[in-house]
């Protein structure tokens, strides 16, 4: 039903009201009487023997009402926050997992890690405990540098080389293989830098205990409440998930950093449960920086395999993966299945090796930020095969083209592990190069040569692997949940809907596009359909937002759900019309005998549901609401070609982004204003790792970027405005066909802003972020920054 | 110390420790939550609101600054039946996603189109968003939206 609020329409959001008149309810927005403020102690070395702590003077402090150490938490058997994910090395061997307690008890092993909490009845106070605490560090030498962490000394006791794993996929005796016979090889190597997430609401926690019930109540910026109810369960120990609600009320940004399961609001909910009063907490933006997870931090080599046309044979992958100092809740999967799997990207590879060592540093834990995996999978692609396109003398545009996998080979089972069942590349680059004006290219670089400046092109052609995830090919892989997400529609008497959902919206407007569905599916005025989510008291097992699941997996449990109301509605609707049920017939709203004028609407039969006044309540329970689980049969395949242009300053090295073009193909899109702009959000991160973004530490394991005068976060003016557009084949294997848009900005934009760079300076390599200083320093030196 | 503030039309008497700053008179004292804290370090840009008509950051005024000022929050310059064209342009330019950089935002905004000479074009705006952090729109959409509230301002 095409409408202006159905699947389609560029409907308003439902959630604006709020937010732009200040209503918003964030967790930090929400206060408790008589609660009580929490400061972390964190370390300030990189790694560090703690041989004592004295918390008297803490203690003794006005105002503070109790002080947590680690070994509080260890005698009170808090356990250790796990990872979910178990990958095996190439030998079979499961990885090294080292014991990762909420607050640190014997060693610190980086800067910011929490070893003990502060208690006070004000802030004030707490801070004032936590500035008196007396620790007894001994520092020892830090383990900083990815590329040599293997070789330093050993962080963990329980961790040989610091290694966590050495893990491989695909066939390497068929791509050596492919390797000799080549005509040409490429090859490129590259580091992916780490990047610093900075959702802007800082993570919060407001933990509760009722001593009535003995129920605790945890109010956080999670992505996922269900799933962090489920470690506090079953890992931390809290409270059986009986006991335990969690709420992620209104949550100001993720990108997969509010994910994970942290220290912080583990300790928070357990002092809430010693103390009998609320506890609260509130990150500074600088302990964001130090302990929210990081993203990417890859070192990596990459050689492309090409016979004498140009098409690819074989393409070989040796990457070390930065850990951080302990594994994350899903750190694990990102360099491994969210990663290996992507590297046939868009083409008809047939032969793919990947190695993947992951490591510990000394460094803030490393886990999935916004697109996971697949931006640093794409960045090795497509960077290697622009770089063979010209080192063949090939148009970059040209030599995608005569590798894509074509619309008539899908479903395409590719080497590494995946199998695509739709799209069309050639269709988006042709639109790419449209919107691009790639034939003026030459024109416009001459253009800027006579005025001194230097101008680039690059591409990206980009794939991903979203709506994580089909939970029996994920848990053979390693996952320690499923993968599924549950959603339930609840028709109201009067005919109203409300939709609890899984999927938690902290910025990807569910309200608003889960209504339009609905609104569509139902018959439904939008205004009268409402969409819950974030509350494991309000909805059953749920598992969450990442990975650009939302619509693909849990607005396909509403879509299941609702066909279950519809089933429903018409065995009532034949009952009350008298009509056999196959003859009813359900369209735009109302309940229709076929070949007869007769006709119930959809309020009128919700109606008598719950007034079963004629109703066949011998066959039929009454009420109306009904529940579905999905459990998706593959992942989905976004795709895309991204170009983008860039100029440059010799004298200064200032890149600027003349123009930016993403074509995505993200199957039917139910509200094409809220893709586009989850379109130019991820660009905006993604072009910010390209040029701007880097999480820096120094030899000794301080973070140098640690503060937004230091951390590069894109601004207005470092930014143009986008061209976008989408080209559509829909996913063949989910009711709405669709296949998510939260990631693609972030995983095609990045390596078309580098090639374009290189493309302008007339190097191979730049190291990102190319700030004007490395680029400056690259026009003098032949690339190297 | 003992201040006056008169926020959103209405005048406070309030007793305040000297360190206290605005941000926390609105958010804690008065219950305002809708201006939000980013970074503490001024850098964000979430915490705008209008001291006496001219946008300041309030998590670095202290509340001593503020006695006897006007303070204009997000609350005050309009209801969902009765936004503000700032408002209404982020709506409909859909300018914001999780919400928590826009009190700000829009804060910013409204001064920056009062106070600029002639029409704002895409380069000044976005130069005078240069204050306030969004990590979800790539501006894109904010930058339409103040383009278009200026005509209805």
Not at chain 1, 78 to 101: E, F, I, T
Not at chain 1, 705 to 731: E, H, N, Q
Not at chain 1, 761 to 778: C, H, I, N, Q
Request: proline residues 5%; hydrophobic residues 40%; negative net charge.
């Amino acid at each position: 039903m095409a409408t202006e609020t159905g699947i389609g329409a560029s409907v308003k959001r439902k959630e604006d009201a709020r937010f732009i008149t200040g209503a918003g309810r964030y967790t930090d927005d929400v206060g408790q009487h008589g609660q009580t403020y929490a400061v972390f102690a964190r370390s300030p070395y990189a790694r560090a023997r703690l041989n004592g702590l004295d918390t008297s003077a803490a203690l003794a402090t006005d105002g503070v009402v109790a002080v947590f150490t680690g070994a509080d938490l260890q005698a009170s058997e808090v356990g250790d926050l796990p990872c979910g994910w178990m990958v095996k090395s190439k030998d079979g061997s499961d990885m090294v997992q080292p014991p990762h307690p909420p607050l640190a008890v014997s060693s610190v092993n980086y800067v910011g890690e929490p070893y003990a909490v502060v208690i006070g009845e004000t802030l004030e106070a707490a801070k004032n405990g936590a500035e008196a605490l007396d620790p007894d560090f001994e520092e020892q030498d830090a383990v900083v540098d990815l590329a040599t962490a293997a070789e330093a000394d050993q962080i963990h006791e329980s961790v040989p080389n610091n290694q966590c794993y050495d893990w491989e996929l695909g066939d390497k005796a068929a791509t050596d293989a492919a390797f000799a016979q080549a005509h040409h090889v490429a090859s490129i190597d590259i580091v992916n830098n780490r990047l610093i997430p900075n959702a802007i609401e800082p993570r919060a926690a407001l933990g509760e205990y009722d001593e009535a019930s003995g129920t605790y109540t945890l109010h956080t910026t999670s992505q996922n409440p269900h799933l962090e109810r489920l470690v506090l369960a079953a890992f931390v120990n809290i409270a059986p998930e009986a006991r335990l609600r969690v709420i992620s009320p209104d949550v100001g940004g993720g990108f997969g950093s509010k994910i994970f399961v942290y220290a912080e609001e583990t300790a928070v909910i357990w002092a809430a449960g010693q103390l009998r009063r609320p506890v609260k907490w509130r990150a500074e933006r600088s302990e964001s920086f130090l302990a929210d997870a990081h993203g990417r931090d890859h070192v990596t080599h990459a050689e492309l395999a090409l016979a004498e046309d140009g098409r690819f044979l074989g393409l070989r992958v040796k990457n070390k993966a930065n850990m951080g100092a302990y594994l994350s809740t899903f750190a694990s999967s990102v360099p491994t299945y969210l990663y290996g799997t992507l590297m046939a990207g868009q083409y008809k590879t047939p032969a793919i090796y990947v190695e993947v060592q992951s490591l510990f540093t000394n460094t803030a834990p490393v886990d999935a930020y916004r697109g996971a995996g697949r931006p640093e999978a794409t960045y090795v692609v497509e960077r290697l095969v622009e770089t063979a396109a010209r080192e063949m003398g090939i148009d970059p545009a040209e030599l995608r083209r005569r590798n894509f996998i074509q619309p008539a080979d899908f479903p395409y089972e590719t080497p590494v592990a995946l199998t695509y069942d739709t799209g069309d590349y050639e269709a988006s680059l042709d639109r790419a190069l449209d919107h691009a004006d790639y034939s003026g290219f030459q024109a416009r670089r001459e253009a800027s040569e006579q005025g001194g400046k230097k101008r680039g092109i690059g591409f990206s052609c980009y794939i991903e692997a979203c709506g994580l995830a089909p939970s029996q090919v994920a848990i053979s892989l390693g996952a320690g949940v499923g993968l599924f997400e549950v959603g339930e529609v609840r028709v109201d008497v009067t005919g109203s809907v409300t939709v609890v959902t899984g999927s938690h919206s902290h910025g990807q407007s569910h309200e608003t596009t889960f209504a339009q569905i609905i609104s569509d599916k139902l018959g439904v005025p939008f205004e009268n359909v409402t969409v819950l989510h974030g509350d494991t008291g309000r909805s059953d097992y749920a598992l969450g937002t990442y990975g650009s699941r939302s619509l693909a997996v849990g607005g396909s449990a509403i879509i299941k759900a609702t066909d279950k109301i519809i089933a429903k509605g018409k065995k009532i609707a034949a009952h009350m019309l008298e009509a056999k049920e196959d003859q009813v017939e359900f369209e735009d709203g109302s309940f229709n005998v076929a070949d007869s004028n007769q006709s119930l609407t959809f309020g009128e039969v919700a109606f008598a549901a719950y007034v079963p006044a004629n109703y066949p309540l011998e066959e039929l329970e009454p009420g109306l609401s009904e529940k579905a689980f999905y459990d998706p049969p593959n992942f989905t395949y976004p795709a895309g070609a991204h170009i983008c242009e860039v100029e440059v300053d010799p004298d200064t090295g200032v890149v600027t982004i003349e123009k930016f073009v993403a074509v995505d193909d993200f199957g039917h899109v139910i509200n094409p204003m809220i893709v586009e702009g989850q379109v130019h959000g991820g660009l905006a991160q993604g072009i910010g790792q390209a040029l701007l973004e880097h999480g820096v530490y120094d030899d000794t394991g301080q973070l140098l970027s640690g503060s937004y005068m230091d951390y590069t976060m894109p601004r207005a003016d470092d930014l143009p405005s986008f061209t976008v557009d989408t080209t559509v084949t829909p996913c063949t294997h989910n009711p709405l066909g669709v296949k998510g848009c939260g990631e693609a900005g972030a995983i095609g934009s990045t390596a078309a802003v580098m090639n374009a760079v290189t493309d302008a300076l007339g190097v191979k390599d730049v190291p990102m972020p190319a700030t004007s200083e490395t680029v400056w320093r690259a026009l003098r030196n032949g690339g190297n920054g | 110390m003992d201040i006056k503030v008169t926020v959103n039309g209405t005048t406070h008497h309030l007793d305040v420790p000297d360190n206290t700053l605005l941000v926390d008179v609105l958010r804690e004292r008065l219950g305002l939550t809708g201006t939000h804290v980013g970074c503490d370090t001024s850098q964000c840009g979430a915490c705008v609101v209008h001291m006496d008509g001219t946008a300041v950051k309030s998590c670095t005024v202290l509340a001593g600054q503020a006695d006897g000022a006007g303070v204009t929050t997000i609350e005050g310059i309009g209801r969902p039946d009765d936004l503000h064209p700032m408002q209404a342009a982020f709506r409909e330019n859909h300018a914001l996603q999780c919400g928590f950089c826009t009190p700000g935002m829009i804060m910013s905004a409204i001064d920056m189109v009062q106070k600029s000479e002639g029409r704002l074009d895409e380069a000044a705006v976005r130069d005078g968003l240069e204050g306030n952090l969004c990590r979800c729109t790539g501006y894109h959409n904010i930058v339409k939206a103040v383009l278009s509230a200026q005509d209805s301002m």
